[in-house]
């Protein structure tokens, strides 16, 4: 299973940016994007589940969506207003079951390659 992300990129504070994910299809049970900065560890981000029902981080909850376009196979990430500590390589993945939580990088079974998101001045 192959995912591709898509749409990072240097942006000003405040600005907005869009991040795509390409799947083959996006019938599994949760689909999420992490971020992971140097010498941090993988942050769980946003997460939508397969009836469309999703969870945000605290920390970026009023400044990011995640959507899917299921006639695309697409999973979306929209951040706005976005600041210098977003900056890190952003992640889709995906759970083709419910198995463990959602919060988790090691409950999901599928992954991409990754897309910098850099928001500096």
């Known amino acids: 299973v192959q995912l591709v992300e898509s749409g990072g990129g240097l942006v000003q504070p405040g600005g907005s940016l869009t991040l795509s994910c390409a799947a083959p299809?996006?019938?599994?049970?949760?689909m999420s994007w992490f971020r992971q900065a140097p010498g941090k560890e993988r942050d769980w981000v946003a997460a939508i589940y397969s009836d469309g029902s999703t969870h945000v981080a605290a920390s970026v909850k009023g400044r990011f969506t995640i959507s899917k376009d299921n006639t695309e196979n697409s999973l979306y990430l929209q951040m706005n207003s976005l600041k210098p500590e977003d900056t890190a390589m952003y992640y889709c993945?995906?759970?083709?079951?419910?198995?463990?939580?959602?919060?988790?990088?090691?409950?999901?079974?599928?992954w991409g390659q990754g897309t910098q998101v850099t928001v500096s001045s």
């Open positions: 993945a995906a759970a083709p079951s419910r198995r463990g939580s959602y919060l988790n990088w090691r409950d999901y079974d599928y």
């Open positions: 299809t996006l019938t599994y049970v949760r």
